[in-house]
């Protein structure tokens, strides 16, 4: 088995909880409170920020040139995911300066903490193993959305979020990310793998944490 098959059968429990959570299953039906929704903009942006930096930290710490540049077309662009919030600031009147004073929720800056202090602490495979679970599982949630309610490409809200994760150019960079994680781990052993499974387990029970804490609005 493959280690990124390994991860994800690992994880497959929570990444089943995430289309069963009622943040999702609103943007699945179109019925999600908009409200909601600029919050969770809002915080993710400022995830953003620090999920860049965690790339940053794997360019740092790259072994080859080529990883090295894996990590950092990562940093500017976040795989078109800055664009797509653009859109929705702008709908929402979201401002910079909004963005800039708005605190991070403790389970958003825990999330990114935990990220960082496996960049900091570890390699180039646990880095990618911490990003992987936030890149992937939206691509699993959006096409599972696709899967369950065809109209959720054509809301007219919602639809570019949905679009933008079951687009062919989403889950390229996410398959790059994938076979590359699985060619570092080629050699890795049993205790090794453990630990990628950890980092990739932890990572995405964080992305269900994130789901609750737009849905409860917690600004704690």
Known sequence: MKTTEMLF????????????HPFVLGIQDGTLD?????????????????????????????QTLRIANLF?????????????HKGYLARLGVTEEEIA????????????????????EYG?????????????????????IVAAYPEAVSHEFYGDWVRSYISEEYSAHNAELIGVLDE??????????KKLAEIFRVSARYELCFWDMVWSNCRE
């Not at 911490?130 to 699993?140: D, I, K, M, T």
Request: aromatic share 14%; glycine share 4%; net charge negative.
């Open 9 to 20: 059968s690992g994880a497959a429990d929570i990444f089943d909880e995430y289309n069963r």
């Open 34 to 62: 908009r409200e909601k929704f600029r919050y969770y903009i809002v915080q993710d942006c400022l995830y953003l920020e620090d999920y860049a930096k965690v790339f940053a930290v794997g360019t740092a710490k790259a």
């Open 72 to 84: 950092a077309q990562y940093i500017p662009v976040m795989n078109g995911e800055l664009d797509v």
């Open 101 to 120: 004073s708005t605190p991070r929720a403790l389970a958003n800056l825990s999330y990114t903490s935990y990220m960082l202090r496996i960049a900091y």
């Open 124 to 144: 180039e495979a646990e880095i990618l193993a911490a990003v992987l679970a936030c890149a992937y599982s939206y691509e699993v949630i959006a096409k599972r």
């Open 184 to 193: 570092l781990t080629a050699g890795y052993t049993e205790k090794q793998q």
